[in-house]
């Protein structure tokens, strides 16, 4: 007698930034029906700086590339800051991983 195959069923998981779209009601209706289709839909919290990749390279260039005295004066930091980002890719480099 030959034993049909049953495939375990992976579930889908979707990462949601509560953006106005996905937090209307209409999609928390659909969010109840995915849960029977083996979806999985996971907010993540209102502010998620390390998954957002310009908060990682701002939080480089302010806390460790751009000198404490890019700050005397608003003329210094923007030469400063455009030195900075004219380097990215080259002299300074974010690893994302």
């Given amino acids: ?12 998981i979707i990462l949601i930034d509560n953006s106005p ?7 928390n209706e659909k969010s109840i029906e995915r849960g ?3 979806i999985i839909v996971i907010p993540i919290s209102r502010y ?4 957002n990749i310009i908060d990682i390279l701002w939080r480089k260039i302010k806390y460790e590339w ?16 455009d030195s900075v980002l004219s380097m990215v890719g080259k002299e300074y480099v974010v690893n994302f991983s």
């Fill in 66 to 81: 751009l000198p404490f005295s890019a700050y005397d004066s608003f003329e210094k930091l923007e030469a400063k800051l």
């Fill in 48 to 51: 998620s700086p390390e998954l």
């Fill in 21 to 27: 779209l996905q937090t209307r009601h209409k999609f």
């Fill in 1 to 12: 007698m030959c034993q049909k195959n049953r495939k375990k069923s992976i579930p889908t």
């Fill in 36 to 38: 029977s289709n083996n």
